[in-house]
């Protein structure tokens, strides 16, 4: 045993990964070798990254490639790469923790469903893929032997672990550059020890890796004594796979299935996209784009922060992950590939901000995603379309509706585009299903202006006083509970000629759709309620703007409105939640001078208490809380005593 020999334990959550890899029963052991060929494959974009700044790290070694081989007398499957390799250090750092957040994710699922069963959760394991450690799905033991890029040969690693709790690693020495894996399969993972077998799953999961796979070539070898023949593996090396870069093959010579695989490979999901776009662009930027949509939100969408999906492509040489500067926030849920022809290979997250080439780029693939948006759009209506094609835009709202929003106040270049796209609950449909268009074709004679209104939630918004007098005339509003709503709202004043207007802000004027009788009558409950007005103005100089007399209310006796321009009190309430900083809002009270209650104001001795209770009811029922809520119970109580 060589003296440098140290036993070190994994970090926690990969021994209880572990565990769970090696007692789960799993429905779909092969796609061990998808990830480490996919490993393989990044450790070999990793080298040509940093060969682009020295060179010397090619050593005599220029061709990229990853072999996979097997020796079925040891029970060995050895997946080799010549990709940067890994020192010590980096071996025990990467091979004994989690790296990536799709593991991390895996993880949280299972824990947060701890129902499930053995079974199930293999069936996780198998979706998702584990990394590395998908390798001890096949393998009792684990060994890699590795040498990172630029080191000297005897600074090579060899690290082994049983999947159990703890890892060794030692010194090793190793001419070659790279790394090899070396499985030690176990008992009933024997299948593996075949060129027949290794070759479909190859082509199954990793045929778009766009480095050349080799595998051993075999020939026919007569048996001896009268035993049948065998294949066997001979010294000459062939390439398995198509090894060339998915996105750089011809549309038609691609099929549905290889582009869902290679969106799962480049995504971590396990789901299928819910559609995806590759063209070739040319003109004064040349680029090729593979854009995808995914079906399922992330677990950490709502992170503006969060990284982009979209990596970047020079000429095929991988530059980055996470490329940015190629897709607005509001579209950082598309994944996919962006191969530029014009882009240095040196270029840094710093130069892509400031490329022209880049940003053309960007407005190009944007404009990409929101037709991808707009077909799905389109099939939802499509009578021919198949159901699971209909639903798909539905899907997409679902799960990025909120996110796309962010886009009206984001890119005013195509905020009607954008417009187009949105859907909302209203006061008709239960469902997010209304777009502007499908609201505008159902107005009512008369009615100029698109009615919505935001709150907390839809319940609060479906329930809230101010709807009143639309619900009596069948006027149709929206109703929004996306936090973003508001914010997004103020950028979209108009759809299609027709004014958007929240029927919380400034005085509600019905214009053509009141009729003369009840103009008149309005306002001659206004002229007889001023003196009461001019009251409650002064016992409520503090909280309200203002006190007037309005015809949106029809059951409820008060409810609070912001003037105009004015921001809403529950915009307000998010910003200071948030801590943020918020203006004070001084809403204006709205009074309906056919309420009893309102009715009963006049001559009361309790006017005082009555006014603040008509203020506090009001701010309850558009989802606020009153400032001092013990002082609204004991006004409420006395009277009810
Ligand atoms: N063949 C390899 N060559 C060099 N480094 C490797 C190799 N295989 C794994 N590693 C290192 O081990 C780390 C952990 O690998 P693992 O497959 O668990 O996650 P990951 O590859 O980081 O995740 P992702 O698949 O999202 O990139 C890698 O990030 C890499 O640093």
Known sequence: MSQNKQTLSFQAEVAQLLHLVTHSLYSNKEIFLRELVSNASDACDKLRFEALADNALYEDQPNLEVRVSFDKQARTLTITDNGIGLSQQEAIANLGTIAKSGTREFMNRLSGDQRANAAEQGQLIGQFGVGFYSGFIVADSITVESRRAGLQPEEGVRWTSAGTGDFEVEALTRPERGTSVILHLREDATEYLSTWKLKSIIAKYSDHISLPILMRKEEWKEGEDNKGGEMVPTSEWETVNQASALWSRSKKDITAEQYTEFYKQISHDHEAPLAWSHNRVEGATEYTQLLYIPASAPFDLWNREKKAGVKLYVKRVFIMDDAEALMPVYLRFVKGVIDSADLPLNVSRELLQESRDVRAIREGSTKRVLSMLEELARLEKEDSASAEDKAKYGKFWAEFGAVLKEGLGEDFANRERLAKLLRFASTQSDAPTVSLADYKARMKDGQDAIYYITADTLAAARNSPQLEVFRKKGIEVLLMADRVDEWALNYLTDFDGTPLQSVAKGAVDLGKLQDEAEKKAAEEAAEAFKPVLARLKEALKDRAEDVRVTTRLVDSPACLVV????????????????????????????????????????????????????????????????????????RVNALLA
Do not use: C, T, W
Request: charged fraction near 25%; charge should be negative.
């Open 563 to 634: 003037e105009g321009g004015g921001m809403s009190l529950q915009l307000a309430r998010m910003l200071k939640q948030a801590g943020q900083k918020a203006p004070e809002v001084k809403p204006v009270l709205e009074v309906n001078p056919e309420h009893a209650l309102v009715r009963k104001l006049d001559g009361s001795v309790h006017f005082h208490d009555l006014a603040q209770i008509l203020f506090d009811q009001a701010l309850l029922a558009e989802g606020g809380l009153p400032e001092d809520p013990a002082a609204y119970v004991k």
